[in-house]
């Protein structure tokens, strides 16, 4: 089982529509969560951060925790062509390098 | 600008050669890392510093690859006797303290 799971999709969305992507995580002890994106031949480019259970929402973008479920999932509303890209869950353990997901590539079609 | 840089961002060498890679953190950033990422695959934990100390080094980091931060600033990624399955995005990130990891350009770094 791998530390941190992703579907590698691609999750096609129509323009406008929300976009969901999910990630689970096996350690119990993971204390910190992040979501990136990554544009084709770029760099991680953080998104969102979470630390707690329930909801943070910035702008377009909700991020969702559920740590007895070992869960986080990121919303995307009114998704927009700009939005297709890689996105990349990551979670960090009692220290604090990061153990990413192998990416969910996002499609927005117009 | 003030993000992670990164140099050289494409490198291309054969087989047998050393390679050096150089990444300057956000300026007030304590904490640095690197990753190498392939190919369908997303960022692996490499090695991380605060200020000089090198403070954990992943069981992927064999001993042909050396990493410095000799004076808590830029860091220095040494690969030598580079192989063909060195060929990755090598990218380095920075954060303050315990805080989010903020990623430079990477290092494309082609073995041929």
């Known amino acids: 089982q791998k530390e941190v799971e992703q579907n590698s999709g691609p999750l096609s969305v129509p323009e406008g529509a929300i976009a969901s992507l999910n990630c689970t995580y096996s350690?119990?002890?993971?204390?910190?969560f992040f979501w990136y994106r990554q544009y084709s031949g770029k760099s991680p480019e953080l998104i969102m951060s979470?630390?707690?259970?329930g909801d943070k929402e910035d702008g377009r973008f909700t991020a969702q925790l559920n740590k007895a479920s070992q869960y986080v999932s990121l919303l995307i509303r009114d998704s927009q062509p700009s939005d297709s890209a890689t996105y990349l869950c990551?979670?960090?353990?009692?220290?604090?390098?990061?153990?990413f997901g192998t990416g969910t590539r996002l499609q927005v079609f117009p | 600008d003030t993000g992670v840089s990164q140099n050289p961002r494409h490198k291309i060498t054969k087989r047998g050669q050393n390679v050096t890679f150089r990444c300057d953190p956000i300026?007030?950033?304590?904490?640095l890392y690197w990753y190498r990422q392939t190919l369908g695959q997303g960022p692996e934990f490499l090695t991380y510093?605060?200020?000089?100390?090198?403070?954990?080094k992943s069981r992927l980091l064999s001993d042909r690859f050396s990493a410095e931060r000799p004076k808590g600033s830029f860091s220095t990624l040494e690969i030598q006797r580079t192989e063909q399955g060195d060929s990755a995005m090598y990218l380095c990130?920075?954060?303050?303290?315990?805080?989010?990891?903020?990623f430079g350009p990477g290092t494309r770094l082609t073995v041929l």
């Open positions: 990551a979670v960090a353990h009692n220290t604090d390098k990061l153990i």
């Open positions: 990130a920075s954060s303050l303290e315990e805080r989010v990891q903020f």
């Open positions: 300026s007030e950033h304590n904490r």
């Open positions: 350690d119990r002890g993971s204390q910190s």
């Open positions: 979470i630390y707690s259970n």
């Open positions: 510093f605060q200020n000089e100390a090198q403070l954990e």
